[in-house]
């Protein structure tokens, strides 16, 4: 399997589990909290998330974020802070 299909394996997989924790009565943070357990990818949480709940991938993203470990999320957050930095003033 290359890349691509373990990556779409792994939100696959992801993805049932938060659908079966949200029919559990889980709210989004919970699920955040879980999958974050279960995978390295903050990415593919949120994707999973935005899937199996609705949610939008910038709440999605929200969500995720405040549920990782403080140096992460602030390593995240540093990460998202320099590539808006970076920008092209002309873009949006």
Request: charged share 30%.
């Given at each position: 399997?290359?890349?691509?299909?373990?990556?779409?394996?792994?939100?696959?997989f992801?993805?049932?589990?938060a659908?079966?924790?949200?029919?559990?009565?889980?709210?989004?943070?919970?699920?955040?909290r879980?999958?974050?357990?279960?995978?390295?990818?903050?990415?593919?949480?949120?994707?999973?998330?935005?899937?199996?709940?609705?949610?939008?991938?910038?709440?999605?993203?929200?969500?995720?974020?405040?549920?990782?470990a403080?140096?992460?999320?602030?390593?995240?957050?540093?990460?998202?802070?320099?590539?808006?930095?970076?920008?092209?003033p002309?873009e949006?």
């Amino acid at each position: 399997m290359n890349d691509a299909g373990e990556r779409a394996a792994r939100i696959r997989f992801l993805r049932e589990a938060a659908q079966m924790m949200l029919a559990a009565g889980a709210d989004a943070d919970d699920i955040a909290r879980e999958l974050l357990r279960r995978t390295e990818s903050p990415i593919s949480a949120i994707k999973a998330i935005s899937d199996s709940t609705g949610l939008g991938l910038a709440d999605a993203k929200s969500v995720v974020h405040r549920n990782l470990a403080p140096e992460t999320r602030e390593a995240a957050e540093n990460l998202w802070a320099d590539l808006l930095d970076a920008r092209d003033p002309g873009e949006t």
